[in-house]
């Protein structure tokens, strides 16, 4: 069981829009930065978003990224087929005294 | 052209020990800490540890912590997991991954390594 939590799956069509929660607790998300990653198949995560929602040089403005309170939201507009992948949120767990990460969210583009 | 390089996964019985090294190039490793993350077949992320560009904060898991160790040569500009008491539910790829952010609470990884794979199976 993950300490955050985000949905196993959501789907969409090509050049559609699609939103990936990540739900915490003030221990986590209600106070701290969040960040999302995204993992091909076969491959090693990459950096998508950080501090909550700032995109690193390269990564296109269709992926955005929202904090509310002890949520966070990852949105990707423009849906391509390149896009299939698994996506997780991460950030500090002041409690813990660790890292975090959401369990996954695997996006189709039917 | 930044690039993190982990190695030292391999088969090892339960109980047994094993040391990961992380090897960076393209940039210096000294001013930068790093988090170890592990996946499991078929799983999803999970964090394992952070040792701080100095050395002198670290923080672990509590599903590996008083197993394994992490630590830092910068001079070799490497991080090293020491993983003792191995159990099968340890096995999975270990990623390195360079942090960035000025505190804890704004870290984020910006550049992962490959991956090695740890099996833990008798």
């Known amino acids: 069981q993950s300490v955050l939590t985000q949905p196993p799956s959501v789907s969409a069509a090509p050049g559609q829009k699609v939103t990936i929660s990540c739900s915490g607790s003030s221990s986590n998300i209600g106070n701290n930065y969040v960040s999302w990653y995204q993992q091909l198949p076969g491959t090693a995560p990459k950096l998508l978003i950080y501090?909550?929602?700032q995109r690193p040089s390269g990564i296109p403005d269709r992926f955005s990224g929202s904090k509310s309170g002890s949520s966070a939201t990852l949105a990707i507009t423009g849906l391509q087929t390149g896009d299939e992948a698994d996506y997780y949120c991460e950030t500090w767990d002041t409690s813990l005294t660790a890292g975090v990460f959401g369990g996954g969210t695997k996006l189709t583009v039917l | 052209e930044v690039q993190l390089v982990e190695s030292g996964g391999a088969l090892v019985q339960p109980g047994g020990s094993l040391r990961l090294s992380c090897a960076a190039s393209g940039f210096t490793l000294s001013v930068y800490s790093v988090t170890w993350v592990r996946q499991a077949p078929g799983k999803g992320l999970e964090w394992v540890s952070y040792?701080?560009?100095?050395?002198?904060?670290?923080h672990y898991s509590d599903s590996v912590k008083g197993r394994f160790t992490i630590s830092r040569d910068n001079a070799k500009n490497s991080v090293f997991l020491q993983m003792n008491s191995l159990r099968a539910d340890d096995s999975a790829v270990y990623y390195c991954?360079?942090?960035?952010?000025?505190?804890?609470?704004?870290?984020?990884?910006?550049?992962w390594g490959q991956g090695t794979l740890v099996t833990v199976s008798s």
């Open positions: 501090d909550n929602n």
């Open positions: 991954a360079r942090v960035r952010g000025s505190q804890l609470a704004r870290a984020y990884l910006d550049y």
């Open positions: 040792i701080l560009s100095t050395g002198t904060v670290i």
